[in-house]
């Protein structure tokens, strides 16, 4: 089962990636958590240059490096764990670059789908939770300063927005839950969805 989680920093998807890996091992299933970008040694040097705030690039550049992190990570990581029969937690993946790139930075959404499709062979989450908080409880919520945070509040706006889109338009996919709840109660909806779709 491949499950990602999506959302703007600061809704949660690392905490709650850690706790979901926790119950899963204390249930003895195999379980892999991996973040985009990231994962693979060249995966987590692209992250370095994608989110250093001294980074320059043009936003196809960028595109195309996400693109070649994720390929790296689908290619090392995530089709192995999913052949040896492990559960895959994935903090962003594909839905992560249709909303930041695509709707964010304004680059063609055929185009981002297709590279995706390449970049992935066609591999798409079993199920996506969408952690979902407005503006100012990112804002509150935020501890990072990286390349895409600085771009500044109307970005991030259109970022919420596009995840809002985007599930609407998968809703065989996705699962939105209120992340300004506590970590315990947003944790309890997950399993309630996951007991749900089992």
């Given at each position: 089962?491949?499950?990602?989680?999506?959302?703007?920093?600061?809704?949660?998807?690392?905490?709650?990636?850690?706790?979901?890996?926790?119950?899963?091992?204390?249930?003895?299933?195999?379980?892999?958590?991996?973040?985009?970008?990231?994962?693979t040694l060249l995966s987590e040097e692209l992250r370095f240059f994608l989110l250093n705030?001294?980074?320059?690039?043009?936003?196809?550049?960028?595109?195309?490096?996400?693109?070649?992190?994720?390929?790296?990570?689908?290619?090392?990581?995530?089709?192995?764990?999913?052949?040896?029969?492990?559960?895959?937690?994935?903090?962003?993946?594909?839905?992560?670059?249709?909303?930041?790139?695509?709707?964010?930075?304004?680059?063609?959404?055929?185009?981002?789908?297709?590279?995706?499709?390449?970049?992935?062979g066609g591999l798409q989450p079993d199920l996506t939770f969408l952690l979902r908080i407005?503006?100012?409880?990112?804002?509150?919520?935020?501890?990072?300063?990286?390349?895409?945070?600085?771009?500044?509040?109307?970005?991030?706006?259109?970022?919420?927005?596009?995840?809002?889109?985007?599930?609407?338009?998968?809703?065989?996919?996705?699962?939105?839950?209120?992340?300004?709840?506590?970590?315990?109660?947003?944790?309890?909806?997950?399993?309630?969805?996951?007991?749900?779709?089992?």
């Open positions: 089962m491949f499950i990602s989680f999506e959302g703007v920093d600061g809704c949660g998807k690392t905490t709650q990636i850690q706790k979901l890996t926790e119950h899963f091992t204390a249930l003895k299933k195999k379980v892999l958590s991996v973040r985009e970008p990231g994962g705030s001294k980074s320059e690039m043009s936003d196809l550049t960028e595109l195309f490096l996400f693109q070649a992190a994720r390929s790296e990570l689908v290619t090392k990581m995530i089709r192995p764990a999913l052949d040896n029969n492990s559960i895959v937690l994935s903090d962003r993946f594909c839905d992560s670059t249709i909303a930041y790139q695509g709707y964010g930075r304004g680059l063609d959404l055929s185009t981002i789908q297709y590279l995706n499709q390449i970049a992935t407005d503006l100012h409880t990112h804002q509150i919520r935020k501890n990072t300063r990286d390349r895409m945070e600085l771009i500044g509040n109307d970005f991030i706006q259109k970022i919420i927005t596009a995840f809002d889109t985007i599930a609407s338009e998968n809703p065989e996919r996705f699962v939105v839950i209120n992340a300004t709840l506590s970590i315990e109660e947003v944790f309890s909806e997950i399993l309630n969805k996951l007991d749900n779709y089992s």
